[in-house]
């Protein structure tokens, strides 16, 4: 699955230290190093602790995690959709990416500068996300004017995106992102190849100070970044997350690492949070595949059939598919041993309609 997830954010709001931290923590992962694909692009395991379960139960020579990818994306300035700083750099690099990670500086420090002079998380995500709008706003203007010539015409296809277009300008002009517009199933192709950067879904994480680290709503930024998006995007999830720290964490030793966290109070890195909200928002699940020579978590996109996740394996096991046979996660952990699943009857014999759920544990079966 090549989707990748763009980190956005002001000047010093710590969006480079996260990017750095994923990079180091990528790099000392086992089973699959992180790999720089080119300066700013990074690919990291998604961390899955049923991976090891499955691992357990049924032993193989290795377990491969699947992979996420992030991008870091140049700073932004007001007037970026104007051409301002590296403002036409940063709105290309976001259409690239299918999800945006929007990060907000949540701590204070009087050694590190801010671009209003002060600290102002509101403040901050109201600079980016206006001018998301402004340049979507020119986007539908001039989509808008070609489509009303077309639909003069009463061409079919023009009518259903003139109406699309007039519902997002009001919007847009409101100040609100076109994601927070519902869309039916006729529309949402339309919407898709209109290509907003406002449309894209996206997560906020809140860069707070380390002292709030194993308790993120001690934040008053925290608090004040949660209450906003709660009313302008409701539908998005606010992390709090300690870069500076998750930076540190990402360069300890295991069983450093183990120590730092039990002592802060926190089960496990906010990096793990981070990169599972990501592959998440972006409707990413996870299937397995178990014994032989490797335990095996894979990605695909919520709601594909059957077929259709076997050629993420390999394209002649879509092409040739005859079943997958199927347990789910919960019921090998519950059994034990896939032995006692079949005895319990959970095995499960799937056909081409079936719509793979996430946790599933599956051998397909093939002939081409």
Request: proline share 4%.
């Amino acid at each position: 699955m090549a989707l990748t997830a763009g980190i956005v954010g002001l000047p010093n709001v710590g969006k480079s230290t996260l990017f750095n931290a994923i990079t180091k923590a990528g790099a000392e992962m086992a089973n699959y190093p992180f790999a720089t694909i080119d300066p700013n692009v990074g690919m990291v395991e998604v961390p899955d602790a049923r991976l090891d379960r499955i691992q357990e139960i049924i032993p193989a020579k290795k377990n491969v995690h699947t992979t996420f990818e992030f991008t870091d994306i140049a700073g932004i300035v007001k007037g970026a959709s104007k051409g301002e700083g590296l403002g036409n750099k940063f709105l290309e690099n976001i259409r690239q990416v299918d999800a945006i990670v929007h990060v907000v500086r949540a701590f204070d420090d009087d050694n590190i500068t801010t671009v209003s002079g002060k600290v102002d998380p509101i403040e901050d995500i109201q600079t980016i996300n206006m001018e998301l709008i402004l340049a979507d706003l020119e986007s539908i203007d001039k989509r808008l004017a070609k489509t009303q010539r077309a639909a003069k015409g009463r061409d079919k296809d023009a009518l259903a995106e003139l109406e699309v277009l007039e519902k997002i300008k009001p919007v847009l002009e409101a100040g609100k992102s076109a994601r927070t517009i519902e869309f039916d199933e006729s529309e949402q192709p339309i919407v898709k190849g209109l290509f907003l950067l406002t449309a894209k879904p996206i997560l906020y994480v809140a860069n707070i100070a380390e002292d709030d680290m194993a308790d993120p709503e001690a934040s008053k930024y925290f608090k004040l970044i949660k209450d906003y998006v709660a009313n302008e995007d409701p539908d998005a999830e606010v992390l709090g997350i300690s870069a500076e720290s998750e930076q540190e964490i990402a360069e300890l030793e295991d069983d450093e690492k183990a120590e730092f966290l039990e002592a802060e109070g926190i089960t496990e890195p906010g990096l793990n949070r981070l990169i599972r909200a990501s592959y998440h928002l972006l409707g990413l699940q996870t299937f397995f595949t178990a014994g032989g020579k490797e335990t095996r978590a894979w990605t695909f996109k919520k709601g594909m059939t059957a077929p259709q996740t076997a050629g993420v394996i390999h394209s002649d096991f879509e092409r040739g598919f005859i079943r997958a046979e199927t347990v789910s996660f919960d019921d090998l952990d519950k059994n034990g041993s896939m032995q006692a699943v079949k005895e319990a009857g959970r095995l499960r014999l799937e056909g081409k309609d079936y719509l793979v759920q996430d946790g599933d544990i599956i051998e397909f079966r093939f002939n081409v």
